[in-house]
């Protein structure tokens, strides 16, 4: 449903579930609407960032939605996902910060 809003982004199915989407202000706040009118157990929008068009270059962090996988292998046969990896992951993308903000960690960057 991202593509259909133009947004990108990436969404971690399992525990902890997260989704991080990019796209225009108004996309994004349409694609929200639908999506918190599912059936969650809890859902909410943890951090919103809002940019300049003009600084979309510098800002924009993924070039497609994609779903990602970071299969804890101690934890073969549940849903709970690699936070290692997906903090590796994060870095990557330059957004190790926002990684330390969610999970409560200092920054040692």
């Known amino acids: 449903m991202a ?3 133009n947004l990108t982004g990436f969404c971690l199915p399992g525990k902890p579930g997260i989704i991080c989407v990019e796209g ?3 996309e994004c706040n349409e694609w929200w609407k639908i999506i918190k009118s599912m059936s969650w ?3 909410a929008i943890r951090k919103s960032e809002i940019f ?6 510098e800002e924009q962090r993924f ?3 994609e779903e990602m996988h970071f299969q804890n292998p101690s ?3 549940s849903n ?7 903090s590796k ?3 990557q993308c330059g957004l190790i910060q926002t990684f330390n903000e969610f999970f409560g960690l200092c920054n040692n960057t």
């Open 80 to 86: 709970h996902a690699n936070m290692s990896e997906f």
């Open 63 to 65: 070039d497609n939605f």
């Open 24 to 26: 225009t202000e108004s």
């Open 41 to 43: 157990k809890k859902i």
């Open 89 to 91: 992951y994060m870095e």
């Open 75 to 77: 934890t073969k046969h």
């Open 3 to 5: 593509k259909e809003y």
């Open 52 to 57: 300049d068009l003009s600084n979309q270059i």
